[in-house]
């Protein structure tokens, strides 16, 4: 069996890594891009916990190293295809003048070859990209506040 | 995607990519979930796994018409889980292989998204709150 190639993805942020970090680690700043309720405990070891429309995501935090780099497990509880801690995710600050590189790196993702897996993918697939593709965090608005 | 931003109003450009963004994602992962959703379309790409096939051997599998089977077929292959290749008058088709690893692909298509969002939001940010970042 192939070991897959990881996943990558990358965004350039006007605004340093010191400034960005935070809403890699804080429930209440994640929320904000990504899933609607989150338990952080930012050090390793600690939990991870998003909470994405009807998915939950689940990990610990493997590597917090601010500003610059954090890891953390990622799965699905009960998902046979990414199950709880499944698969790790390095997100990697890098300066760049006054701006920031943002690497999301998502490594240990099942290989390819799995159709036995086709009722699973309508399912489980469906809350996961109804929540991580749900638009309803657009920043155009301004936001009420704190938490 | 290409929407240019002078930077000079950076609420308006959030707003255009956010939700342009969101449709796209949506749009695509709808047609891929919807052609999975039915237990007759998995049936032929279970069918189709193990190698080509041509249309209308797929439907003698099938308790439905020609029609029926070949209007599952346009919808996998429009969904990107099928290729299909004509040979004379025949349509044959396979599943394709890429098409297998759908979490993959909706995590290929989603972080980026993501991605996006927290651009917009840290910028967003700091332009509202001037050069008092939040902490």
Redesign the interface.
């Known amino acids: 069996m192939t070991i897959?190639e990881p996943?990558t993805?990358?965004?350039?942020?006007?605004?340093p890594p010191?400034?960005?970090f935070?809403?890699l680690v804080d429930p209440a700043?994640m929320i904000?891009?990504?899933g609607h309720w989150a338990d952080l405990d930012p050090e390793p070891g600690g939990v991870f916990a998003l909470d994405v429309e009807t998915a939950a995501v689940r990990g610990r935090f493997l590597s917090v190293e601010p500003p610059t780099r954090v890891v953390f497990t990622w799965g699905v509880p009960g998902s046979e295809?990414?199950p709880a801690g499944s698969t790790t995710i390095e997100i990697l600050l890098r300066p760049d003048g006054p701006d920031t590189i943002?690497e999301?790196v998502?490594h240990d993702?099942?290989?390819?070859?799995?159709?036995a897996h086709?009722?699973g993918?309508?399912t489980c697939?469906?809350c996961?990209?109804r929540a991580?593709?749900?638009?309803k965090?657009?920043?155009?608005k301004?936001s009420p506040g704190g938490p | 995607m290409a929407t240019s931003g002078s930077g000079t109003h950076p609420h308006t450009v959030s707003a255009v990519h956010g939700s342009a963004a969101g449709d796209d994602i949506g749009a695509v992962t709808d047609v891929v979930l919807r052609a999975l959703a039915d237990p007759q379309r998995r049936r032929i790409l279970r069918l189709v796994r193990g190698g080509e096939l041509p249309a209308g051997e797929i439907a003698r599998q099938f308790a439905v018409t020609q029609q029926g089977v070949s209007h599952h077929l346009q919808v996998l292959h429009r969904a990107g889980l099928l290729r299909e290749r004509r040979e004379g008058t025949k349509r044959l088709y396979t599943l394709d292989p890429q098409a297998l690893d759908p979490v993959r692909e909706v995590l290929a298509d989603l972080w980026p998204s993501a991605l996006q969002r927290l651009k917009h939001i840290v910028e967003h940010d700091q332009t509202s709150a001037g050069d008092h970042p939040p902490s």
């Open positions: 897959p996943l993805a990358s965004v350039r942020i006007a605004a010191a400034t960005v935070p809403y700043l904000r891009w990504i295809v990414i943002v999301l998502h993702l099942p290989p390819s070859e799995q159709p086709l009722e993918w309508s697939l469906g996961l990209v991580l593709s749900a638009p965090t657009a920043p155009a301004r």
